[in-house]
């Protein structure tokens, strides 16, 4: 008898422990079925139009960005330099060549205080933005080609000299804007270390890449050697004397 009634008061304490958890237990499962439920929700069908609209401009906007860059001159047949590709070079600088790949190389002349060379080029010719993108996107692009893509160039450039990028900024010259990458070579036993300014401007329906460099204690001088070279293309590109851009 007595074991009877210590077996019935064991399950009864039992069943009043487990009462509370059975109950949380539904009330977590409910809840949890619930959230299911709003996650899947049905959206009509002008929600689902509006969705694909979006996603296909986003699509849109991802392969613009990736559009390669390409030359737009082809490897000249002479050395001579196309006029239409540098119509005038700043006082100083002296003995353009053209390279293989399309590339116009001068230097500074010999009695300069500031042994420097420079390189220019076009890579690409200019895209309209297209309506779809966003003012921040916008803002980040120079003449339809991202800043990103423009940065990719400096970086393949230094990582095949040995150096190294060190800052990249947007700034305006002769009322345009203009993307500039500042990047260093350490020395080689040959050289000494030497600072480059990467220019990156659209004049005349092309993105022109403008390349300085020279030896690290005179890089103070290069931002005024950029600014003159960049505004011998906006002149070059409207004889009639006001800067492109404006």
């Known amino acids: 008898m007595l074991r009877t009634i210590s077996l019935s008061l064991l399950m009864l304490i039992s069943v009043g422990l ?40 986003r699509r849109a906007a991802l392969a613009h960005r990736n559009a390669p860059l390409g030359p737009v001159f082809a490897q000249p047949s002479t050395p ?19 390279a293989n790949n399309g590339e116009v190389r001068f230097r500074t002349e010999n009695n300069a205080a500031a042994p420097s060379q420079a390189i220019l080029a076009v890579i690409a010719r200019s895209r309209p933005n297209p309506a779809y993108l966003t003012q921040r996107e916008q803002r980040t692009m120079l ?33 345009a804007r203009v993307f500039v990458v500042i990047a260093q070579t350490p020395s080689d036993g040959r050289s000494p270390e ?46 009639g004397g006001q800067p492109a851009g404006r």
């Open 194 to 239: 030497r600072s480059w300014n990467f220019y990156f401007a659209e004049v005349d329906g092309k993105i022109y890449s403008l390349t300085l460099n020279t030896p690290l204690q005179f890089s103070d001088q290069l931002a005024a050697e950029g600014e003159k070279f960049l505004s011998s293309l906006a002149l070059g590109s409207n004889p």
């Open 80 to 98: 001579e330099v196309p006029t239409a590709v540098l119509p005038k070079l700043p006082a100083g600088w002296v003995n353009p060549v053209v």
């Open 18 to 57: 487990l009462l509370p958890f059975t109950s949380s237990t539904a009330h977590g499962i409910r809840q949890s079925s619930e959230a299911v439920q709003y996650r899947h929700r049905r959206h009509s069908r002008a929600w689902w139009r509006r969705h694909r609209a979006r996603m296909r401009l």
């Open 143 to 175: 003449a339809g080609v991202s800043f990103s893509d423009l940065r990719r160039i400096a970086i393949d450039k230094m990582i095949n000299a040995g150096g190294w990028v060190i800052n990249d900024y947007e700034r305006q010259v002769n009322g």
